[in-house]
């Protein structure tokens, strides 16, 4: 945890940049043999279920999400401003659509270092959301070579993002284990220190599921007017394009949250 903390203490004079491509492979660290992260692995994203996959069940080691029955509070601060602190989508949807509930989807990077710094907030305020709040996270498809989204959905198709999430992060950031720009086998052996089949993993990778919902999230971005990371939406109306802080982010996202309870 400290090591996070440093990590976020680090980005902080930089926290109003964003990531908005993989960085240039000539300055990513080498990847060296990989151990499994020292860190405690989050709670899985409460992601949209992913398009059916016979050839992928259920890793039966994955932790369960807890119910989430958390006292709606009201936000704290000042009311955002449309065209300062948020932009309202012309024709959004969320991403999951489920109904009776609000989205928040955090669109990240796994090799963007604000996405990095932005995680453990995140994590922290996920936990404490009411239950009419659905918490989504996707990642970037920003450039067909990047294979940490592929990655990121074959996880979650198996059920182990309890185990490589927060994992993947700190082997980019902290640990140097992994490139900015690893390859599909240099991921799957890191993820095999973590447990996690590799040659299932390989599969699942190209699998039809994995493809389906890659192509659902770059239609997201695309309809979101996303274009750098990390960015969050709320149920697929507003896109928060303010905030002096990462926490300051948080802020606002409460607030459209509460704009949101209150129409519905």
Request: with cysteine; glycine share 6%; hydrophobic share 45%.
């Amino acid at each position: 945890m400290k090591i996070r903390h440093t990590l976020l203490l680090m980005l902080a004079p930089v926290l109003l940049m964003a990531c908005s491509q993989q960085p240039d492979p000539a300055a990513a660290p080498d990847a060296t043999a990989a151990t499994p992260a020292q860190t405690a692995p989050a709670a899985p994203a409460a992601d949209a279920a992913p398009v059916g996959d016979a050839a992928a069940p259920t890793d039966p080691q994955a932790e369960a999400p807890a119910a989430n029955s958390n006292p709606v509070v009201a936000p704290q601060g000042p009311a955002p401003v449309a065209g300062t602190d948020y932009v309202e989508i012309q024709g959004g949807q969320p991403f999951a659509n489920a109904s009776g509930e609000i989205e928040v989807a955090e669109v990240f990077a796994y090799w963007c270092g604000h996405c990095a710094a932005f995680e453990p907030l995140v994590n922290a305020w996920k936990a404490r959301l009411p239950g009419d709040v659905n918490f989504v996270a996707l990642p970037a498809v920003f450039d067909e070579s990047d294979n940490f989204p592929r990655a990121f959905f074959a996880s979650e198709t198996m059920g182990t993002l309890s185990r490589t999430h927060d994992a993947t992060f700190n082997a980019i950031h902290l640990e140097k284990k992994l490139r900015p720009n690893a390859d599909a086998a240099a991921i799957a052996a890191f993820y095999g220190t973590l447990g996690i089949d590799q040659q299932r993993f390989t599969s699942t990778m190209q699998s039809f599921a994995v493809n389906a919902n890659l192509g659902r999230a770059r239609q997201f971005a695309v309809r979101s007017g996303i274009n750098a990371t990390p960015t969050i939406v709320v149920n697929g109306k507003y896109r928060v394009i303010g905030g002096k802080s990462l926490e300051d982010i948080l802020r606002i996202t409460d607030h459209l949250v509460a704009m949101e309870r209150a129409a519905q």
